[in-house]
């Protein structure tokens, strides 16, 4: 067994200088990770590591997911932390709307936990997973790379390996960003409190996935309340960045939410357990590499997350899903052909066109999303959605599937009102 493969029984265990392994993964989100399982579980000599120390750090997804992805992509029950089975749309103004099903249509994931699984998974299959590495340059040498990592007392670390996949998310800390004026990066910001509430206070928000909506509730984004487990919910705000506008702070902006959606004698019984936050940065027609030479990048990296609703999970584990069987292709090297020049192609026909129709959706209703005018555009929207099921909304809102919307929304989605 090479010395990559070794078992290490802590993130800070003596590693020698330099290692070996076939594939370097560089991030254990839910992209890398699955994909380290899934080449660990086909036998291969995988190495994954990520910054964190500990992945039950930096848990900052809020990991809202429709039911269907647990069975897709087999994840267990035990990284769920809530189903839901109701959608609340608070807003414009005091306006609410609820839709319910008569079955469970999703989870809120308990990101943590899913990265630990997936980690836990990757090992169990014979894999090795190293934490508190960060990967900081990544070069070619002979037939492979050779990859540079920092530990996090400063010591350096190199991996040799005939593929090195970046997962490293919206950093893209390997596969690097190349701009592009018509495809630009389009970001987003989130910052999510997880809070301990009553048991009386936390049912009125359990099984179900509330949105605030309105340039009211948040400029140019939008506010959300997520069940976790019994007595815990998430609580958050997330904005697209708007070059040359000003904006207020994102927390000013999630501690005006909590004022209003709570009273004080509630508010004062919240008791926070965690802050945290992120950005997710997308190209909207997905134009960049997705790979150089025999650097591959996935997940986040390559712009799988979607703005609409600041959803990237099962999008960065279908990325997973497509790369895999062609990384295992080009591994074996048996065919002429190089198996690898299908993905960008095969992940684009994975997400579907509707994907960048969604993005495109996206930019132009969150970065409008900013006056009355606009306000009373969403509020005929969202008078178009009464008649709706709430089935019909998951569709809407998880599928892209904007037709069961009707011809209305049309002129809106190509930007044309
Ligand atoms: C506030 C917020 C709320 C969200 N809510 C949802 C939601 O409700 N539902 C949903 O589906 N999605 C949500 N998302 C998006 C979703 O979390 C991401 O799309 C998804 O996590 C992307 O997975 P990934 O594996 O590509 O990247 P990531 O999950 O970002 O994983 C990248 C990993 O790489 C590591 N890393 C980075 N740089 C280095 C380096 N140089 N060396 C080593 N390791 C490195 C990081 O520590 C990290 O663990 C949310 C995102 C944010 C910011």
Not at 248 to 263: I, K
Not at 296 to 312: I, M, P, Q, R
Request: proline share 6%; hydrophobic share 45%.
């Amino acid at each position: 067994m090479p010395a990559a493969l070794t078992p290490s029984p802590s993130p800070r265990c003596a590693l020698p200088s330099r290692l070996h392994c076939q594939v370097l993964v560089v991030g254990a989100g839910p992209a890398g990770a699955d994909l380290a399982r899934q080449l660990a579980m086909a036998g291969v000599e995988v190495l994954l590591v990520d910054q964190l120390a500990d992945l039950s750090h930096a848990a900052f997804s809020s990991a809202a997911l429709p039911l269907a992805t647990m069975d897709r992509f087999g994840l267990p029950a035990r990284v769920a932390a809530a189903r839901w089975s109701r959608w609340q749309l608070i807003g414009p103004g005091e306006r609410r709307r609820e839709w319910s099903g008569s079955a469970p249509l999703g989870v809120v994931l308990d990101f943590a936990a899913l990265r630990r699984w997936l980690a836990d998974e990757c090992q169990a299959w014979g894999g090795q997973v190293t934490l508190g590495l960060r990967a900081v340059a990544c070069r070619p040498e002979g037939k492979g790379l050779r990859t540079r990592l920092r530990d996090r007392r400063g010591a350096l670390l190199e991996v040799e390996s005939a593929w090195v996949v970046d997962a490293t998310g919206q950093q893209r800390a390997l596969i690097g960003e190349v701009p592009a004026a018509r495809d630009p990066l389009v970001s987003g910001l989130g910052c999510e409190w997880l809070v301990e509430a009553p048991q009386s206070l936390w049912e009125q928000w359990a099984d179900r996935l509330a949105f605030c909506l309105g340039s009211d509730w948040v400029g140019q984004g939008y506010g959300w309340v997520f069940p976790m487990q019994p007595g815990r919910l998430k609580i958050g705000v997330c904005r697209l960045a708007d070059e040359g506008r000003p904006q207020r702070p994102l927390a000013a902006e999630l501690c005006a939410l909590l004022d209003r959606l709570f009273s004080p004698q509630e508010r004062a019984a919240l008791r926070v357990l965690d802050r945290h936050g992120g950005l997710i940065r997308s190209r909207i027609h997905r134009r960049e590499p997705h790979r150089r030479g025999r650097l591959l990048a996935l997940g986040d990296a390559v712009s799988t997350a979607n703005l609409l609703g600041g959803e990237g999970i099962r999008h960065a584990l279908a990325s997973s899903r497509v790369l895999a069987p062609l990384l295992l292709r080009a591994l074996d090297g048996a065919g002429a052909s190089d198996p690898l020049r299908a993905y960008p192609a095969d992940l684009r026909r994975a997400l579907g066109w509707r994907w960048s129709l969604s993005g495109r959706l996206a930019r132009r209703t969150w970065l409008g999303l900013r006056s009355p005018a606009a306000d009373r555009r969403l509020e005929a929207l969202l008078q178009g959605l009464e008649g709706c099921t709430a089935e019909d909304l998951s569709a809407l809102l998880f599928d892209y599937r904007f037709e069961r919307y009707g011809l209305r929304a049309v002129p809106y989605l190509l930007g044309w009102r």
